[in-house]
């Protein structure tokens, strides 16, 4: 009886100290939420369609801010316009942080190009940066008329005009600078044919209706999986360690200092401080989850530093813009 007891006892001890153990560090890690904010759902505006870089990502990020904030996100997507039609519906709700901007870089570029007034830097107020990332040119493995770079130069050469890229945005986006870079450098032309929803930009390349794709690695990592694409380049300084077999815009002869996507999260400018602090501490510490760390890892992410503060997401802005402006003066492209 005295040993079934203590076995029980025991057992009941392991119980409680498992429960204590799963349930202990969740309460201890969740942030504490300003008083009254956080008690119906925040809404998360994505500016591209479903199923893209920046949809995967706010998805994410909803994800892990509800695990360690305890929020709830609606996520909604507003494609069109390069990204910027969602703008419109951003700046319209109220400054209480109920309404959480997902953009990337371009808003950045269309800024700096007089398409948009709204500064990113000081109209909206930076949470974080989470993802930042280098750019590649992907071609179908099964292309019978080149099967690497060198091979699509001397087509589109051959070609001149006739050579079509999947691409996003408008003149002055980081795409097309990137584009007009390596066509100055290099001599050849592209026709840049532009698609909102990703989706469609990549089944155009799969489907034979362009010839090559401009895109982020991690966005279509499930199409590389599937030996549905190939990258020919990567617009990057050196060879990342996942491509170590593609080679670089500068090995090929294009050098320029290439421009990066970049990815965060914003609210509107007058959000109350300890709401603002509060949203940004919890970009952080979903950053920092595994799930997100995966997510990231998964998506290339971590081949470079991908994470920014509301201070250091509002320096790569400012420094993003005075790049963007000098490139477009020295290319006579933008505003």
């Known amino acids: 009886m005295d040993i079934s007891r203590q076995a029980c006892s025991v057992a009941l001890s392991s119980a409680l100290a498992l429960s204590v153990a799963a349930a202990g560090p969740a309460a201890a890690e969740m942030l504490e939420k300003p008083d009254g904010f ?12 479903p199923g893209g870089g920046s ?3 706010a998805r994410a990020m909803a994800k892990a801010m509800g695990e360690v904030a305890g929020l709830n996100f609606q996520v909604v997507n507003k494609p069109g316009g390069g990204g910027t039609a969602a703008i419109p519906d ?13 953009h990337i870089d371009n808003a950045i570029s269309a800024f700096a190009a007089g398409d948009i007034s709204e500064n990113p830097a000081s109209d909206w107020t930076p949470l974080c940066m989470t993802q930042i990332t280098f750019s590649q040119i992907y071609i179908r493995p099964d ?4 099967s690497d770079w060198n091979g699509f130069v ?5 070609n001149p005009g006739d050579v079509t890229m999947a691409n996003l945005g408008k003149v002055g986006s980081m795409e097309l600078v990137v584009m007009e870079q390596l066509q ?3 001599g050849i032309e592209i026709n840049q044919i532009a698609f909102d929803k990703p989706a469609e930009r990549y089944a155009a ?7 090559v794709l401009f ?9 590389l999986d599937a030996g549905q694409m190939k990258p020919i380049v990567s617009f990057l300084n050196e060879r990342p360690s996942a491509f170590g077999d593609v080679p670089t815009h500068k090995e090929v002869g294009a050098d320029f200092e290439p421009l990066t996507r970049f990815r965060g999260f914003y609210v509107k400018t007058g959000v109350p401080e300890p709401i603002v602090k509060f949203l940004s501490d919890a970009c952080r510490a979903g950053f920092d989850t595994p799930d997100y760390q995966e997510f990231n890892e998964k998506k290339y992410m971590h081949l470079i530093d991908s994470f920014r503060d509301t201070e250091g997401s509002i320096a790569l802005i400012n420094e993003a813009v005075a790049t963007y402006q000098e490139m477009y003066e020295m290319l006579g492209i933008g505003g």
């Open 205 to 211: 390349l799969i489907g034979g209706h362009v010839d």
């Open 55 to 57: 949809d995967q990502l």
């Open 154 to 158: 001397e087509h589109a050469k051959a």
């Open 90 to 102: 951003f700046m319209l709700a109220p400054a209480d942080g109920y309404t959480v901007l997902e």
């Open 215 to 223: 895109e982020q690695p991690g966005d279509v990592r499930s199409f």
């Open 38 to 49: 956080g008690e119906r759902p925040l809404t998360m505006i994505v500016p591209f369609g």
């Open 143 to 146: 292309d019978d008329r080149f």
């Open 184 to 186: 100055s450098a290099l």
